[in-house]
């Protein structure tokens, strides 16, 4: 029944996040507001929608745990897994604006987080500087839009179109009812998810902390999973790098500054995520930088290294929750032997390819 809850919450959650953006996107266009700035800002968002209803959900009920591990555990995802996976599929293209401003915000949004977690607890004034960027960043990138090259804003407008006259769609309470259905969908799935959460980690025998890392992180980033696959299989392989990058900023700011808001006390934060999965998180962020670099694409043996990653981040975890004895030599072999080693190799890429140009 557990699994059941879990899936049925899985699909409730995809279904109010497409439901919410196509409500919300047709709505905006309706008032005149241009296809770029829908993209960048409602569709952009509508992804991070599920992790958003299962952090706040899980922040009101006191689930702390699982609040933090759903945006840490979906950070690593997003990067390692979905960049990994369409990768494979094809060499992901890295547009220089990536290089140069999202992925550093995206790594600044990361160490900002790292910073008001020191203490132990994300407050309430914490979680108001973290929805205040989100907004900063909102407003900035609105404004940034204005400056695009026409080529920019017709592959928007080309992706994000209105409602034809006469769809539909195209009624003002038909898309105020989406919204609203979304919205809907979105409390119910995040709910059903949180409680077979919970119920897992209990049979289990392993924390909130790690479910919320591991099911829950993977099962609210499926709208990303998605998005990021199709646009590789379609070619759009700028668009899969984008997705993940923005979904990855939004998480921290949005997600966590909500949770962070609506909780009564604030949300705890657990010694074992700051000891390590904050500074995975951190790592995966920064590494995004020399591979992006790398001749300014994600080379399939880039995607395999990834999905390598996070296969052996996951197997620690399960190791770390059970105790295991092969915990210590597989956690020396991964620092000791295949990080150092994944570091050489990127280094000798990154000069190899710069001699070339």
Known sequence: MNILLFLAGLAGLIAGAELLVRGASKLALSFGISPLVVGLTIVAFGTSSPEVAVSVGAALDGQTDLALGNVVGSNIFNVLFILGVSALITPLVVHIQLIRQEVPIMIGASVILLLVCLDGRIGLMDGLLLCGLMVAYTAFLIIQSRRESQAAKDEYAAEVQPASVGAWDSRLPVQLLLIAVGLGFLVLGSEALVTASIAFAKALGVSDLVIGLTIVAAGTSMPEVATSIMAAIKG?????????????????????????????????????????????????ALACLPVFLTGREIARWEGGVFLAYYAAYVAWLILAAQQHAALGTFSAVLMGFVAPLTVVTLVAVMIRRGQRS
């Not at 979904?247 to 000891?275: E, K, M, Q, R």
């Open 236 to 284: 759009e392989r700028d668009i899969a790098v984008g997705n993940v990058v923005g979904s990855n900023t939004f998480n921290i700011l949005g997600c966590l500054g909500l949770a962070s808001v609506v909780s009564p006390d604030g949300l705890g934060v657990p010694s074992s995520l700051l000891a390590l999965d904050m500074w995975v998180m951190l790592a995966t």
